[in-house]
């Protein structure tokens, strides 16, 4: 059974930095682009990075670009998201997804709130 | 960016319904066209990917069609598990994008 559980989701203050983490499974994780997704109520569900099964491909959506860092380790079956200069609009939920040019599988999600 | 629109951000509907969900695209998308269904709380699900691929377990009375930019998802027989909300993805040129959603509701 496929599995994906994202952690590092919290509280974090105009400015900061927030790691989130994802925990894969039941899947050769190394075989698979994977990606981010986010989910606001405003803005609704936004695609935010994929990376290549070796990491030597990174895609991300405007808004992060030179903030945001999404990397793997294959050794751990475990994809990152690494976000810098948060801002209120980054506010979301973020889900851990398998990306297979359709996100064909999601992890239950991690809310993130940039807030002071 | 491809924008995708969807036409109704909500819909009434009854058990029993056939439900018509419409999805249009800025630009030609050739056949990479996904639908996924949200309930609350939870994550979004795929149902139907490359327009008219359905999904393992997913159920037949679910059937996508279309093609360069104008698409959509039919129930052909509404069920009360499908009352939820339906969301079309473009997977054609990154930044993959979504449409905003259409929310089936009770009528």
């Known amino acids: 059974e496929v599995q994906l559980v994202e952690s590092g989701g919290g509280l974090v203050q105009p400015g900061g930095s927030l790691r989130l983490s994802c925990a894969a499974s039941?899947?050769?994780?190394?075989?698979?682009?994977m990606a981010w997704v986010r989910q606001t109520p405003g803005k609704g569900l936004e695609w935010v990075a994929n990376?290549?099964?070796?990491?030597?491909?990174?895609n991300y959506v405007d808004s992060v670009k030179g903030r945001f860092t999404i990397s793997r380790d294959n050794a751990k079956t475990s994809l990152y998201l690494q976000m810098n200069s948060l801002r209120a609009e980054d506010t979301a939920i973020y889900y851990c997804?398998?990306?297979?040019?359709?996100?064909?599988?999601w992890g239950q999600g991690t809310r993130v709130t940039v807030s002071s | 960016d491809i924008q995708m629109t969807q036409s109704r951000s909500s819909l009434s509907a009854s058990v029993g319904d056939r439900v018509t969900i419409t999805c249009r695209a800025s630009?030609?998308?050739?056949?990479?066209l996904n639908w996924y269904q949200q309930k609350p709380g939870k994550a979004p699900k795929l149902l139907i990917n490359?327009?008219?691929s359905l999904q393992s377990g997913v159920p037949s009375r679910f059937s996508g069609s279309g093609s360069g930019t104008d698409f959509t998802l039919i129930i052909s027989t509404l069920q009360p598990d499908d009352f939820a909300t339906y969301y079309c993805?473009?997977?054609?040129?990154?930044?993959?994008?979504f449409g905003q959603g259409t929310k089936v509701e009770v009528k």
């Open positions: 997804t398998r990306d297979s040019r359709s996100t064909d599988f």
């Open positions: 039941g899947f050769p994780f190394s075989s698979y682009w």
């Open positions: 990376i290549k099964q070796d990491g030597s491909e990174k």
């Open positions: 630009q030609s998308i050739s056949s990479y």
């Open positions: 490359v327009v008219s």
């Open positions: 993805q473009q997977s054609y040129k990154i930044p993959w994008t």
